[in-house]
């Protein structure tokens, strides 16, 4: 890197930030914390002395423009992201700076691609909504399963979770988005099933066959971007949607040093064509601290040019600007133990 190269991150003390700044100083990026919180923010700055801290908020866009200013990135953790994205997106096509995004929303990323592309290929910047494990890790997996096939039928995306303790975030995130959900079928996005009957999926071992429903998630807006088919249908076992949707559910907390809950996860992608399946799959220990190694990764690779664009400024998704396979590969063992088609078969 030419230069100490700082990141900010907008929402510095949300409960998924918090290992966004471990991951990003991991990498040899030094963490801006931005957040509306003064005091919040400043207690966090204790624990971290190298970063600086600026107070900035959505609704006062030159406090977020001090608040970007000699950054070299922002990476915004602060949903409900329909409150927070366009302001920040703004700051950060002004600073001519990349900007990434945790958001789960379909509703936001749609927005993003459709209304922020010309803008942001106007500018030469990057914007890469949903990098995180719900938007950015069944697009990776989805699009290493693909490979070399130029179109497919149809790309299932299953998630398998032990349980899902939602922080408020998601809560709010939750209520913030009702009634904004979409699935992808027939090469557009068309509004849930009302209540979808169960089917099965059989995930790999150890989780195997589980009833599931269908899901909305970030994946389908994501990958339609880039993956040539007219379906991706994503699927959820349905533990963790009783969880989520109980109010009664606490957040989640740390089972060991690391911060990192005990729960586990596994995203499953299988890609249909001509009768054939390519599949790939990734399993891991808490869907928050997760979406750190993920958006951290991509924002060290935009920054080091590890771009398929060739640093092109445009709205992208995570498996259309890096290189998939090798973006995954790059977080294993560590966050996530991987089940990937034989490099082979996907060049041949
Ligand atoms: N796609 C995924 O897989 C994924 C993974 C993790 C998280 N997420 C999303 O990321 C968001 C944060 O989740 P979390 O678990 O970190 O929740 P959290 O612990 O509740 O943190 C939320 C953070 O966002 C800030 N914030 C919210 N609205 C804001 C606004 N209008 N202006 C400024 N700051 C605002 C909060 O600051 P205040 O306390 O000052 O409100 C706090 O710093 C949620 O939308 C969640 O859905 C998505």
Redesign the pocket.
């Known amino acids: 890197m030419s230069h100490h190269q700082t990141v900010a991150v907008?929402?510095?003390?949300?409960?998924?930030?918090l290992f966004v700044l471990g991951e990003l100083r991991r990498r040899g990026l030094t963490p801006v914390l931005v957040?509306?919180?003064r005091d919040?923010l400043h207690a966090l700055g204790r624990a971290y002395p190298d970063s600086p801290v600026r107070v900035a908020?959505?609704d006062d866009p030159a406090s977020l423009d001090r608040a970007l200013l000699g950054a070299d990135a922002v990476v915004n953790?602060?949903?409900?992201?329909a409150?927070?994205a366009p302001a920040l997106i703004d700051a950060a096509l002004r600073a001519r700076i990349p900007y990434l995004d945790?958001?789960?929303?379909q509703a936001v990323a749609l927005e993003t691609f459709h209304n922020r592309q010309e803008q942001a290929r106007a500018a030469g910047v990057v914007v890469v909504p949903?990098l995180?494990?719900?938007?950015?890790l069944g697009d990776l997996l989805a699009t290493t399963a693909m490979g070399d096939w130029p179109e497919a039928e149809a790309i299932d995306i299953a998630f398998g979770l032990d349980s899902w303790e939602p922080?408020?975030?998601?809560r709010?995130?939750g209520r913030r988005n009702a009634g904004r959900h979409v699935v992808y079928t027939g090469g557009r996005f068309v509004p849930p099933t009302e209540n979808p009957d169960p089917t099965l999926w059989e995930f790999p071992e150890p989780l195997g066959v589980q009833e599931v429903t269908e899901f909305s998630t970030?994946d389908q807006v994501t990958a339609s971007r880039h993956l040539r088919t007219p379906d991706i249908r994503a699927h959820m076992n349905l533990a963790p949607l009783r969880d989520v949707r109980d109010p009664a559910t606490p957040a989640p907390s740390a089972a060991d040093g690391s911060g990192r809950s005990s729960q586990t996860f596994l995203v499953d992608a299988v890609v249909h064509r001509g009768g054939q399946r390519r599949r790939a799959s990734a399993s891991g220990r808490d869907?928050?601290a997760v979406?750190a190694p993920l958006v951290a990764e991509a924002t060290a690779r935009v920054l080091d040019g590890r771009i398929r664009e060739g640093g092109a400024g445009g709205v992208y998704a995570a498996g259309e600007l890096f290189d998939a396979e090798d973006f995954l590969r790059a977080l294993a063992p560590e966050h996530l133990s991987l089940d990937l088609p034989a490099r082979a078969e996907n060049s041949a």
């Not at 953790?77 to 992201?81: I, V």
């Open positions: 907008f929402g510095a003390y949300g409960h998924t930030a957040g509306r919180d919040r908020s959505v953790c602060a949903g409900p992201f409150d927070t945790v958001g789960a929303e949903a995180a494990f719900y938007g950015g922080t408020q975030g998601t709010k995130t970030a869907i928050y979406t």
